[in-house]
């Protein structure tokens, strides 16, 4: 990357948003781990510079987490560590420049952080993942659109046994998904073999974690994308796919 764009010292690559244009209709939607939400004109970015665009100002120990091309009138989902979700139109944002802060978006609870911007599409459904492999897939609709900045409501039921939020994507029926934890071990399969459970569940066991390891990522990958589709991959031949526990 540093070929492409030249890096600040500790500055690291967080999003890759694919475009195919600079419409005057659609802007970059951009959120960052404390909560904070942000829109831009995609006009803004068509002409780029060698050392590249500042797109938003961070405080120091912020990062961005999430971008994403929007109509001016999607809905945007936000997910945090604490198992919480918040959805509003992005028509309750205004188009800023690319130097401004941005807005509150969700309301954090202390010590919690942002971690995923997800854009609804229909047909689509949240899958959630913790720290101690425990995964779900929730109706979209089950995710009710309400006011910026609020708090939100549950999306995944925390707690010791499954551990903090640490992922959630949008997925539909015949994709896979790439499991990764902070020991290395990555985990390829269905995500129609997670169960569908609504908001306030904890989920099921999608990956058997070690001592001392978590889960620490998840991506969907289309099934167009798939070498063998229909094929679950697990790099780790020491790891579990884990299967559909009862939720507690």
Not at 46 to 68: C, K
Not at 159 to 179: C, F, I, K, T, Y
């Amino acid at each position: 990357m540093v070929n492409l764009l030249p890096l600040d010292e500790e500055e690291r690559i967080t999003s890759i948003l694919p475009i195919d244009g600079y419409d005057e209709n659609q802007f970059v939607f951009m959120a960052t781990s404390n909560g904070t939400v942000k829109k831009t004109a995609a006009t803004q970015f068509s002409r780029q510079r060698s050392v590249g665009l500042r797109a938003i100002e961070l405080d120091e120990d912020d990062v961005l987490v999430g971008t994403a091309i929007t109509d001016g009138n999607s809905d945007i989902m936000l997910f945090s560590t604490e198992g919480k979700a918040t959805r509003f139109n992005e028509g309750q944002v205004r188009a800023m420049g690319r130097t401004a802060r941005g807005v509150r978006g969700i309301n954090l609870a202390a010590s919690h952080k942002l971690i995923s911007l997800i854009v609804p599409k229909e047909g689509g459904r949240i899958l959630t993942v913790t720290e101690n492999g425990y995964g779900k897939r929730t109706e979209n609709a089950e995710f009710p659109a309400k006011g910026r900045g609020g708090k939100g409501v549950i999306a995944m039921s925390t707690s010791a046994r499954n551990g903090s939020l640490v992922g959630a994507v949008q997925v539909w029926d015949g994709d896979e998904m790439m499991l990764i934890s902070n020991q290395g071990t990555a985990v390829r399969t269905r995500v129609d073999e997670v169960s569908l459970l609504g908001r306030n569940t904890q989920g099921v066991r999608v990956i058997r974690t070690r001592d001392g390891e978590a889960l620490v990522s998840v991506s969907r990958i289309a099934e167009d994308d798939a070498a063998e589709p229909g094929q679950p991959v697990v790099t780790d031949e020491d790891s579990d796919s884990g299967s559909n526990e009862t939720e507690e």
